[in-house]
């Protein structure tokens, strides 16, 4: 018997057939989206400090952040009391667990989807969101981002929250 390696490549199930995203009125708010497993290494908190920076930085941009994601009930409600600390709370949607028809409803609703992750050995939301439109801003940890920054699909910056924050 002769044995061979093969590689199976992930596979990302196309979003459904629903019609594009109505065209925002000028000024309508930049909505960010953070959707993947709530955990430390995702760095979820350094996002919250750059969308804090943002806030103090430029008082009158309109955006919101919209956090999808399951997490132990602790860290759930350490991510909420830090984004009150900060003073986003306001600005923040805690949306839970998505799948199927409302997750590509969410990636494709957002105008930025957001993985600042530490390590991610593929970042398959980052291609999800892809495959609804939306470009990513990942941190250089998940291991996509060289090939979305090579194809000029979307930013790859430091989860570092004054670099994030301007990205």
Not at 118 to 143: C, Q, R, Y
Request: aromatic residues 6%; hydrophobic residues 50%.
């Amino acid at each position: 018997l002769v044995s061979a390696d093969v590689v199976i490549p992930l596979g990302v199930t196309l979003p459904p057939e629903v019609p594009p995203p109505a065209l925002r009125p000028s000024g309508a708010e930049t909505r960010f989206l953070f959707l993947s497993r709530l955990h430390p290494k995702k760095q979820i908190e350094s996002l919250l400090e750059a969308m804090a920076l943002v806030d103090r930085q430029r008082p009158s941009a309109a955006w919101r952040l919209g956090i999808a994601g399951n997490a132990e009930p602790a860290y759930l409600q350490h991510l909420r009391r830090r984004a009150d600390r900060l003073g986003i709370a306001h600005r923040c949607d805690w949306l839970g667990f998505l799948d199927g028809e409302a997750k590509w409803h969410a990636l494709q609703a957002a105008d930025w989807f957001v993985l600042p992750s530490a390590s991610e050995n593929f970042g398959i939301a980052a291609i999800e969101a892809l495959a609804a439109g939306t470009p990513p801003i990942l941190s250089p940890d998940v291991a996509v981002s060289e090939a979305i920054a090579a194809a000029g699909a979307g930013l790859v910056v430091s989860a570092d929250p004054a670099q994030l924050a301007d990205a």
